[in-house]
C-alpha cells in the first residue's frame, strides 16, 4: 500500500507523505506481530486522521499519526479479548459442559494465570482492575496515582501480551 495522488494527506507534499507513510508503519509493526493487524491498524488510523484532522497544519503530523494508531491498537486488543466474567459464573458455566471442555476451560484459565503472573507488577494490576473490578480508566488512574496516558498503555501491553502467549501456548479463539 502506498500513499496515492488521491489521497491527498491533506496538504503535504508527496516526498513527506512516504516518509509519514513508512514511519506510521514501523511504528505500527513494533506494537504487533500479526502483519494482518498491521495493515487494519493502519488502514483504520488513515481513515481516522482523513476526518479529522488537516496534517499540514501540525507541528507533527507522526506523533498525531502515532498517537491516533494507538487509540486504534487499544480498540482492535479490546475486542478480540472478552470482557472477564466472575470466577462464579465461569464455574456454573463450566458445571453445564462436558468433562472435555470443562478441562479445556480450566486449562485455559490455568494459562491465563500463569501469563498474569509473569506481567509486571504494575501492568497485572491495572489490567485486573479493569476487567475483574470494572473501574474505569479514570478510576485506575486516580486509584494508583499514575496518568490516564499510562493505564492505557498498560491495559494495551497487558491485552496484546496475554493474546500473544495464549496463541503462542497453542489457544485460539475457536478453544
Avoid at 506494537?31 to 493487524?37: E, G, I, P, W
Avoid at 495493515?39 to 507541528?59: A, H, M, N, P
Avoid at 499519526?65 to 478480540?80: A, E, G, H, N, P
Wanted: proline letters at 3%; aromatic letters at 6%.
Amino acid at each position: 500500500m502506498k500513499p496515492s495522488d488521491d489521497l491527498n494527506w491533506h496538504g503535504l507534499s508527496r516526498s513527506e507523505a512516504n516518509v509519514l507513510w513508512t514511519s506510521l508503519r514501523a511504528f505500527i509493526r513494533s506494537l504487533t506481530f500479526d502483519s494482518a493487524q498491521v495493515d487494519d491498524i493502519f488502514q483504520e488510523t488513515v481513515l481516522r486522521t482523513r476526518k479529522s484532522k488537516c496534517l499540514s497544519e501540525l507541528d507533527s503530523p507522526l506523533a498525531y499519526m502515532i498517537t491516533v494508531s494507538k487509540s486504534v491498537l487499544y480498540d482492535f486488543q479490546r475486542k478480540s479479548i472478552p470482557q472477564a466474567d466472575d470466577i462464579q459464573t465461569l464455574e456454573l458455566q463450566s458445571a453445564d459442559e462436558s468433562p472435555d471442555v470443562a478441562y479445556l476451560n480450566q486449562q485455559k484459565l490455568d494459562e491465563v494465570e500463569r501469563i498474569l503472573s509473569a506481567m509486571a507488577p504494575l501492568r497485572r494490576q491495572v489490567f485486573l482492575l479493569r476487567r475483574i473490578d470494572g473501574l474505569s480508566r479514570d478510576e485506575i488512574a486516580e486509584k494508583l496515582d499514575i496518568s490516564l496516558e499510562a493505564v492505557k498503555k498498560h491495559l494495551t501491553r497487558a491485552m496484546v501480551e496475554l493474546t500473544v502467549k495464549l496463541e503462542e501456548a497453542g489457544w485460539s479463539k475457536d478453544h
